[in-house]
């Protein structure tokens, strides 16, 4: 395989293809990106094209910010007329073996009219994989990807477990609690969920822990908390939900954020205050430095235009101050689904 094809939210193309080139050129991997400006994805085209399966292994997708999903590809695969499965299958032929395919497209309201044509080309494509033994049971964790850009042309391609997103596009989807006080809600549940490994969501978001949450009002942070029966110091001027009052396990206090100190050193600390992200990424390193708390999630908002430069220097200002407070630490930053113009960062002190 030649390149690889990422996916990502529409209008963020120049972001993860800055991140890919940073990232591989890291890793002694050099090439160039095909950005089209709101097509929710990028062809990364890199010169040394027999080691892709390596580069992709490298990279480690959970450390990728903006990508949603990463895919090794070779070049696209263009339609004869009538005969969209038999194409497909054709170039399948060059690939690794696999043990499923999927089928899907760009997160794009032009992409959503292509669903159509996925739900009928499902079906043939799955059944047509499986006849021509492209499909085994034993190539554990090799997934093909069909990602249709219309009706006339795809990029065929190979994930690897390990080293992509389980869900198809890369979304994950959430349901918006009946409950919810804010559709933010479903930001904070997204990143438990990214950042919070399933084995570790029973110790770490334990009932009785503590929280601080700056910028709470109304109170979709605070919910995911409250929800778990941890207590929550809710920092806003603004005003919370009234339910979530009532539940007795928050504390509502009205100041800023910028200046509030915990009375106790707490269990977790959340920020979605709309701020310039080098003062909120100052605010965090502050937090952990003074070890007022053990772990952090916050939001870096970036209506700028360079966003990968800006969380680049956000994430180095946050490493030295951590550094020069002796404090060791893991990190992990995603652009998640339910973020739109922010990204989500979560750190752990040790
Ligand atoms: C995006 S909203 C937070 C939404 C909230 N996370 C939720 O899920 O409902 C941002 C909030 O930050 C608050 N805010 C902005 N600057 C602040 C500051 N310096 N101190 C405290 N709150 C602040 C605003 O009042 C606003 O309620």
Redesign the pocket.
């Known amino acids: 395989m030649k390149n690889i094809l990422a996916y990502c939210r529409p209008g963020f193309e120049k972001d993860c293809a800055a991140e890919l080139a940073q990232v591989s050129s890291e890793k002694g991997f050099y090439g160039y990106a095909k950005v089209v400006s709101d097509a929710g994805y990028v062809v990364y085209c890199f010169e040394q094209t027999e080691t892709i399966e390596e580069l992709i292994k490298q990279l480690q997708f959970n450390r990728l910010i903006f990508a949603r999903q990463i895919i090794a590809i070779n070049e696209l695969v263009e339609f004869e007329s009538g005969s969209r499965v038999e194409s497909l299958l054709e170039a399948a032929r060059q690939l690794p073996l696999a043990e499923e395919v999927w089928i899907e497209t760009a997160d794009t309201n032009d992409a959503k009219a292509l669903s159509g044509l996925i739900k009928k080309l499902d079906k043939p494509l799955k059944t047509g994989w499986k006849k021509s033994g492209v499909l085994r049971n034993k190539a554990v964790g090799v997934r093909h990807h069909v990602f249709l850009l219309d009706g006339e042309a795809a990029y065929l391609g190979v994930s690897y477990a390990e080293c992509r997103s389980e869900f198809p596009l890369g979304i994950r989807r959430l349901r918006f609690p009946a409950a919810g006080?804010?559709r933010?809600?479903l930001?904070?549940e997204e990143a438990f969920l990214q950042f919070v490994p399933e084995h570790k969501r029973d110790t770490d978001l334990l009932e009785g822990m503590t929280a601080v949450?700056?910028?709470?009002?109304?109170?979709?942070?605070?919910?995911q908390f409250v929800k778990r029966g941890i207590n929550v110091i809710a920092?806003?001027?603004?005003p919370m939900q009234k339910e979530l009052m009532s539940t007795g396990l928050v504390d509502h206090e009205k100041?800023?954020?910028?200046k509030?100190e915990p009375p106790y050193t707490v269990d977790w600390l959340?920020c979605?205050?709309?701020?310039r992200p080098i003062m909120v990424a100052e605010l965090m390193a502050k937090w952990l430095a003074n070890r007022w708390t053990r772990r952090a999630i916050f939001n870096l908002k970036l209506p700028m235009k360079k966003r990968y430069q800006e969380v680049v220097l956000c994430l180095e200002l946050i490493e030295a101050k951590l550094q020069k407070a002796g404090v060791g630490y893991q990190f992990q930053a995603k652009h998640l689904y339910h973020d739109r113009e922010e990204i989500t960062v979560c750190i752990i002190a040790q």
């Open positions: 006080p804010s933010s809600t930001k904070l949450d700056l910028g709470a009002a109304p109170g979709g942070w605070t919910y920092v806003d001027n603004g100041a800023d954020g910028f509030f959340v979605d205050m709309v701020e």
